[in-house]
């Protein structure tokens, strides 16, 4: 008997395709088009996306999305295979215990989904 063959192909590690979101406006602070990117992430996971990265911009003026987490959260309720991650994280305004727990509770929660 013969060793089994691995072939080099089937090996080697896959790509992944992911998406990020900063949305941001002008001067003024805009309301976050929240809709238009759960949409697009539904259908970016249909075409085959693993990932979206969601960025936390809590002071920057126009920026569409102070909190990341409940992005996720969202984005992963409304999908089933997509990976969700969010950075930047703006650490220092946010209790370590509190960021720690909803991440455990979102990676919980979706299946192991938190990047």
């Known amino acids: ?7 080099a192909a089937a090996a080697a590690p896959r790509v ?3 998406l990020r979101y900063d949305p941001q ?7 976050s088009h929240h809709g238009e990117h759960l949409s697009h992430v539904v259908a970016a996971e249909a075409r085959g996306a693993d990932l979206v990265w969601i960025s936390e911009r809590p002071f920057t003026k126009g920026a569409a999305i102070p909190s990341a987490l409940p992005v996720c959260a969202s984005l ?29 509770t979102l990676d919980g929660l979706s299946g192991g989904r938190l990047e």
Do not use: F, K, Q
């Open 25 to 31: 406006g002008g001067s003024e602070r805009v309301p």
């Open 16 to 18: 992944r395709l992911g």
């Open 76 to 104: 992963c309720a409304a999908t089933s295979t997509i990976r969700s991650g969010a950075g930047p994280l703006n650490l220092p305004i946010h209790h370590p215990l509190r960021v720690a727990e909803d991440a455990a």
């Open 1 to 7: 008997m013969e060793p089994a063959v691995v072939h």
